[in-house]
């Protein structure tokens, strides 16, 4: 027999940053699952994303960069029950939460699930603060700004035409950052320009660092916005865990240092990362990568 093996408390686990809670305060760092993949079109599995990525946790630690997380607290308000039938119920129930959430001023990581529902997110926040000027930093391969017919056909690839049908959202103030070659339409291209969404393809990285591409984005959002949204599809990163996995996309040391440079705003007030399908990673490799992104965004986001 093999002895068990023990916890060794002078090397914590990133999973002991999580608290189970059922309330929260303002200025709290908030994580809810969104366990949701009926309007996902592509491979199924993304339901189990925010599984995959809680089991991911204890496979970091509490300490990078020379910054001890240990000690700190994300309360985790666990799954947000949405029904695999009804796409409508399912995005009502995000906005709901959604709202409270920003209302009494926490700062949450939403981890996903479907993309479709960060439409609902951004709806939830300008029920909560419809006068704010917010600025979207969207990580994605895909512009995702679908035309639909109705809240039942809501789509993966709907939230960010979702997000600038709000009050709090323009296009000048969104940037869709890893969009990919042979991922999108000519007619939705026309279409995100005409709103005039800032597009930096993926070959920008070719050119530049993603720490600089990151600084940049950031300064800029920085001037024009009240706050800042980050939202990740992990379907932009070159890995094979995703909804839409695919190559040529972002590798995931650019991918961490974009999050990180992204993350340092004082303004940024939330975060979601969706599109984790764990039926269709290898070695839980790409949970390992959405559970580091996590450490990256507390760890800027908590220690203001």
Request: with cysteine; net charge negative; aromatic share 8%.
């Amino acid at each position: 027999m093999f002895p068990r093996k023990t916890l060794d408390p002078r090397d914590p686990r990133a999973s002991s940053l999580l608290l189970p809670s059922e309330s929260f305060d303002a200025g709290d760092f908030v994580l809810v699952g969104l366990p949701f993949d009926s309007s996902i079109p592509s491979r199924p599995g993304a339901r189990m994303g925010p599984r995959a990525f809680r089991e991911a946790l204890p496979s970091l630690t509490t300490f990078g960069r020379g910054v001890e997380l240990a000690g700190r607290v994300c309360r985790d308000l666990g799954d947000i029950d949405l029904p695999p039938t009804s796409v409508k119920v399912a995005h009502e129930r995000v906005q709901s939460v959604a709202r409270e959430i920003f209302a009494k001023g926490a700062k949450p990581f939403f981890i996903g699930g479907d993309n479709g529902l960060t439409g609902a997110l951004f709806r939830g926040l300008a029920d909560a603060q419809p006068d704010l000027r917010l600025g979207v930093a969207a990580i994605d391969s895909h512009y995702d700004v679908r035309e639909y017919d109705d809240d039942e056909s809501l789509l993966s690839g709907t939230p960010y035409r979702r997000a600038l049908e709000t009050s709090v959202v323009t296009g000048e103030r969104t940037f869709l950052i890893g969009a990919r070659d042979f991922a999108n339409s000519s007619y939705y291209d026309r279409w995100v320009r005409e709103q005039k969404i800032n597009v930096v393809p993926v070959e920008a990285f070719d050119q530049k660092r993603a720490a600089d591409i990151g600084r940049e984005i950031r300064a800029k959002l920085e001037t024009m916005c009240d706050a800042i949204f980050l939202s990740i599809d992990i379907d932009a990163v070159e890995m094979p865990g995703s909804s839409a996995a695919a190559p040529g996309g972002l590798q995931s040391r650019e991918t961490i240092a974009l999050v990180r440079e992204l993350a340092r705003s004082p303004k940024v007030i939330g975060c979601d990362l969706t599109e984790l399908s764990p039926p269709w990673d290898v070695g839980g490799m790409t949970a390992k990568l959405a559970a580091r992104l996590f450490l990256e965004v507390f760890a800027a986001v908590d220690s203001r």
